[in-house]
């Protein structure tokens, strides 16, 4: 079974690029990202100790223009790891055709156990080990898995103070006042629930006959709850790290909404769970992975019973289950696809902090909605032509305009 994230994203980019005709310099290239800086960061904790954490800065490709991707905050961080989410967001970008390349950070610590001035002492001294390497015009951060709009504001002071300027176009996901976007927030969410309406239009199904089931009930899992629920569809199951929660009828999501925690935990208050395993099992329309990686493997991709899966989490479903359930006829709606909304809205807010002038929820709204559709389209598109599953489909899309761009500057 193939878990290893970044080898399983080198084989689809290599069959990308030869279905399109470019060559082994070409794969060479952008099976890896051309830069990967590890840096060490001294962090004094609130009990006069010092801890070092270890850090990471993956940069793509920037001949398309500069890197952009998000900072996660995790125990689980690894080189790999990181290398691998560069790549999906160069991906993202290319689909969207956004003027980027992709990047992407983290920090191996566990933010659910440090306080709040330990958080900005990290987040802070993670800007100062990477600030020779990014910036509005090199590579510009966004919140990940347990980053916020909080970390955002730390960092994006951190490197003003380093650079003598404001510099808002440094980092994206800030809070409003600081030049952050409308509908940032929620952009990965709305952009998911655009991919269900335009899969389930394809399947024929009516929203309000849908049943949902969303693995994961933070950022992208909540809103993507309350989303479907105000669309009068039925959230059937919802899970988080301690468990699952299911009913035929549909779930509370309100009541739910209001009871978790700042994690996104809620589960553990309820006595009659069920497990994660079991929840990617229901039976339902449409199954919503926006939780972490390799959930639905070669082990368990016969047993899922959705009509429909959009990957909100990254790399929810391996290669192996990739073939297994598009030969089964179930609709895959690949993550490099599901869940470009964040990085569509964090260019909104770039192109906002650049020329000083901000739009409103609504103008944003169109824009992604608009954005997210002709993404779709145009994958759907090579999927049916090409007669290829989704993924590779979605792959040859996000590639292209990045070897085009390295073909007519030379590098190959």
């Known amino acids: ?31 890896e990202p051309m830069r990967l800086l590890t840096v060490r960061i001294p962090v004094r904790m609130d009990d006069g100790t010092t801890r070092v954490f270890t850090g990471y800065r993956a940069q793509h490709n920037d001949a398309v223009g500069p890197t952009k991707g998000g900072v996660r905050f995790h125990p689980g961080v690894t080189e790999k790891e990181v290398k691998a989410l560069s790549i999906w967001m160069s991906l993202k970008c290319g689909i969207a055709d956004l003027p980027y390349g992709g990047g992407k950070g983290g920090i191996i610590c566990d933010p659910r156990k440090m306080s709040f001035r330990e958080l900005e002492r990290l987040s802070r001294g993670y800007v100062r080990a990477i600030s020779q390497l990014v910036g509005p015009t090199k590579d510009i951060p966004a919140p990940d898995v347990m980053t916020n709009s909080q970390i955002m504001a730390w960092m994006m002071d951190e490197y003003s103070r380093i650079r003598e300027f404001d510099s808002p176009g440094f980092i994206t996901g800030k809070p409003i006042v600081l030049g952050g976007s409308k509908g940032r927030e929620t952009a990965t969410a709305r952009g ?66 209001d009871r978790r925690d700042s994690f996104g935990n809620v589960t553990n208050l309820f006595p009659n769970t069920i497990g994660n395993e079991q929840l990617l099992e229901l039976e339902c329309d449409v199954l919503v992975p926006a939780a972490i990686e390799n959930q639905i493997t070669e082990a368990n991709a016969d047993r899922i019973r959705a009509s429909i899966i959009v990957e909100a989490a990254n790399g929810p479903t391996t290669l192996e289950a990739t073939r297994i359930i598009s030969d089964r006829g179930v609709l895959l709606i690949p993550d490099v696809l599901a869940s470009a909304g964040g990085v569509i809205v964090s260019y909104f807010e770039w192109v906002q902090n650049n020329q000083g002038y901000y739009w409103d929820e609504i103008e944003i709204d169109q824009k992604l909605r608009q954005m997210m559709i002709r993404g779709f389209e145009n994958v759907y598109d090579i999927h049916l032509t090409r007669k290829i599953d989704m993924r590779l489909a979605a792959y040859m899309a996000g590639v292209r305009k990045m070897a085009e761009a390295v073909r007519f500057r030379g590098w190959v």
């Open 1 to 31: 079974m193939m878990n290893d994230v970044l080898q399983a994203t080198q084989i689809v980019i290599e069959q990308a690029l030869r279905r399109l005709g470019y060559g082994d310099d070409m794969i060479e290239l952008l099976k």
């Open 192 to 257: 998911v629930v655009i991919m269900i309406h335009e899969a389930l239009r394809i399947k024929g199904i009516d929203i309000k006959d849908a049943r949902i089931v969303i693995q994961g009930f933070g950022n992208a899992g909540s809103y993507l709850a309350k989303f479907m629920y105000e669309a009068g569809a039925r959230v059937i199951g919802i899970s988080d790290v301690n468990g699952a929660l299911y009913n035929e009828e549909g779930l509370d999501i309100p009541h739910l909404l």
